[in-house]
């Protein structure tokens, strides 16, 4: 057999090796990614020790940028929902008058809540916010519900600084602020078209009213029907917390053309680094959302060791992530890949979403998808330097959203804290993530074609 074949056979039976860790022995995914990169190492030739530091490298490289990210993210998401910022930005959305924007509001409000934050601790922070508007308004529980899972979900599959476009924007070093434009643009309608339209559509599925009278979220919920709020933080306050990040990075992109070489450009490109200005967000969040609403820096410190302990797992496996890509240029099936690539009739887009889309769909994680995908793909991107990193970054990011079913935590999030049966949460969760990955390809495309 000849060698090229062998080595894209290895890199195959790592994938699926991958899977199988994943989905058959419910290995975590950091360790099934380690397992699969030391697999993929060894069976193409290399020594144990320099497959050991080629992951290392990997690793290292990856977490050196998109570690700080994920950290900084969760810090600032945790303030955020924990000093009442979160129910501020809901409940001026959503406000006590008429119903008929309800879906509207709750998935505008969630897309922004979500922005700096991992999407499970989101969704469980708002979920006892959505029983209290569901009983205070006389709403259906899905009516409020699915357009708020909806908000969240395209802020984590379009939107730095969540983990998966981040690991992405790394592996092929795109612009931070053109990512966020180029996410903006397609987070919007595509929010609009998952969130209030298709909960107005999927509603027929719902016509019998879900009873929460009983459901112990109702005890909870009681924390975010709030009305006057006078411990939290005013809302320009909580939306210019928010919206310092993307906006210091946006700014950097639209005035580097604008500004001269010197002490302003070198001001300019710091601030507007996703590390730098996630670290003055979490600063001013601080100030803004902690010391100057009355809590002490002990409460504050607590509050921000706390917000750390979801993004551990999540930085574990962005980094095995980085291993795994390392590995296969290390082993030269990256280059080989990408010629092959070269020789096919489609889109570095399309194949990027493709290739993510199927890794979802087996393994159940987006993370993983998306950084398995990356990695896979990041030798092809090389070898087009007129497709956008920042499209492939959206494009590999919305590939690993699509199909959630009953292999995904997201999945059982939902069906759980929204009392829904298995075909239930098909019809409406599954759909929902499923609309928003096709679209995210859609937009990518359009958008190409508008650039080139």
């Not at 001013?284 to 060791?305: C, T």
């Not at 290739?355 to 087009?384: E, F, W």
Request: charged letters at 10%; hydrophobic letters at 55%.
């Amino acid at each position: 057999m000849h060698p090229d074949t062998t080595l894209i056979l290895i890199a195959a039976a790592s994938i699926v090796l991958l899977v199988l860790l994943v989905t058959r022995l419910k290995l975590h995914p950091f360790l099934a990614l380690m397992v699969a990169a030391a697999f993929l190492g060894l069976a193409s030739g290399l020594a144990p020790t320099d497959a050991v530091k080629t992951f290392q490298k990997g690793f290292g490289n990856i977490l050196g940028s998109v570690g700080l990210v994920v950290g900084l993210g969760s810090m600032l998401g945790g303030l955020l929902l924990n000093t009442g910022g979160a129910d501020r930005i809901a409940n001026a959305f959503v406000g006590r008058g008429s119903t008929v924007w309800l879906p509207t509001s709750i998935c505008a409000a969630a897309l922004l809540i979500g922005m700096p934050h991992l999407f499970d601790v989101s969704f469980v922070m708002l979920v006892p916010l959505v029983f209290a508007i569901a009983k205070r308004t006389g709403s259906h529980l899905m009516r409020v519900g699915l357009p708020m899972a909806a908000g969240l979900y395209v802020s984590h599959g379009f939107l730095l600084p969540h983990p998966s476009p981040t690991l992405a924007l790394a592996i092929y070093h795109g612009d931070a602020g053109r990512a966020i434009l180029f996410g903006f643009l397609l987070a919007i309608p595509t929010a609009i078209l998952s969130g209030p339209l298709l909960t107005s559509f999927a509603m027929r599925w719902f016509k019998d009213p879900i009873d929460i009278t009983h459901s112990p979220i109702m005890t909870a919920a009681g924390r975010s029907d709030v009305t006057t709020l006078d411990n939290a933080p005013r809302l320009p306050v909580v939306l210019l917390t928010v919206l310092l990040p993307p906006g210091l990075m946006l700014l950097r992109t639209l005035l580097a053309d604008h500004v001269p070489e010197g002490a302003a450009r070198a001001f300019l490109d710091g601030i507007g680094n996703p590390i730098v200005s996630l670290a003055i967000a979490v600063l001013f969040a601080i100030w803004a959302l902690g010391v100057r609403s009355g809590r002490s820096l002990g409460e504050i410190q607590k509050l921000l060791g706390k917000s750390l302990a979801p993004a551990a797992g999540v930085i574990l496996i962005v980094g095995a992530g980085g291993g795994l890509k390392e590995m296969l240029l290390g082993t030269h099936i990256g280059d080989m890949i990408a010629s092959g690539a070269a020789q096919w009739a489609i889109s570095p887009l399309v194949l990027a979403w493709v290739i993510a889309a199927l890794m979802r769909i087996a393994v159940g994680s987006a993370t993983v998808a998306t950084v398995t995908a990356a990695g896979l793909m990041a030798p092809v991107q090389a070898l087009h330097p007129e497709i956008s990193p920042e499209l492939m970054t959206i494009s590999v990011a919305t590939g690993g959203l699509m199909l959630s079913h009953l292999n995904d935590s997201g999945f059982w999030l939902f069906k759980e804290y929204f009392q829904l049966t298995v075909a239930q949460t098909l019809k409406s969760w599954t759909l929902m993530v499923s609309v928003q990955s096709a679209l995210g390809l859609a937009g990518v495309l359009l958008i190409d074609a508008v650039i080139r």
